[in-house]
């Protein structure tokens, strides 16, 4: 079965610091490979996508991911976290022509002062 | 802010009773989707919608019903609510502009008693 994978359920990091938020994928084809976040008590924001081209995607706020297909992976980055990035972030991939999004199950970033 | 608002943003009803969601958006798009989150599961999306009267079930479409009678507003009724439909619901529209970038309303608060 087609599915994104969000292996960890925390990440935890120092202000000022890079970030990592992994996310692996299991999708046929050529995928289209989202993240969102979700800051407290909000809806869900589009962060990036990857659709084609450049393996590397810039996205909003300074976040940027690559997708990797060898090792099916589309790791969300920054390179300087802040305390205000501290959100529950999904990767997600679209399934079928009818725009229908499939979510991971999220990943929690806490970024400490 | 894709001008898309949800109503209302909280309740809690009676298991047993019927409830209905509702979703409006100003910007006369065509794909529309519920989901529903819930801890461990990310979000999981319920029904869809591609146009007046065109709607079609999701990853966990049971126990719910949609309905599309113009274009601006997408209901999602539960027919009989019980106590594992207690979530957080989200509404999302597709510009079908941007690649399938959603855009996602505050959120309904539901809790079955």
């Known amino acids: 079965a087609q599915s994104v994978a969000q292996p960890e359920d925390q990440v935890n990091v120092a202000e000022g610091n890079p970030l990592t938020v992994k996310c692996t994928y299991s999708?046929?084809?050529?995928?289209?490979l989202f993240w969102y976040v979700q800051y407290p008590n909000r809806g869900l924001q589009f962060l990036l996508k990857?659709?084609?081209?450049?393996?590397l995607v810039k996205g909003s706020y300074g976040f940027e991911a690559e997708f990797n297909k060898s090792q099916t992976s589309f790791h969300l980055k920054k390179p300087s976290a802040l305390v205000s990035d501290s959100a529950l972030y999904f990767c997600a991939y679209i399934s079928g022509n009818t725009g229908k999004l499939i979510f991971g199950q999220g990943t929690t970033l806490q970024v400490k002062p | 802010d894709a001008g898309i608002t949800q109503s209302p943003r909280h309740k809690v009803t009676e298991t047993g009773t019927p409830v209905t969601l509702r979703c409006h958006q100003t910007e006369n798009h065509r794909y529309m989707y519920w989901y529903r989150q819930d801890p461990g599961h990310g979000l999981r999306l319920i029904h869809y919608s591609y146009g007046v009267k065109d709607t079609d079930k999701g990853e966990v479409s049971d126990g719910y019903s949609v309905s599309r009678s113009k274009t601006e507003d997408f209901l999602l009724t539960l027919e009989s609510a019980t106590s594992s439909q207690t979530s957080v619901y989200f509404c999302?529209?597709?510009?079908?502009?941007?690649?399938?970038?959603?855009?996602f309303g505050p959120g309904t608060r539901l809790t079955v008693l």
């Open positions: 999708v046929s084809g050529n995928p289209y």
């Open positions: 990857y659709i084609t081209g450049d393996n």
């Open positions: 999302a529209l597709d510009r079908q502009s941007s690649y399938n970038e959603q855009f």
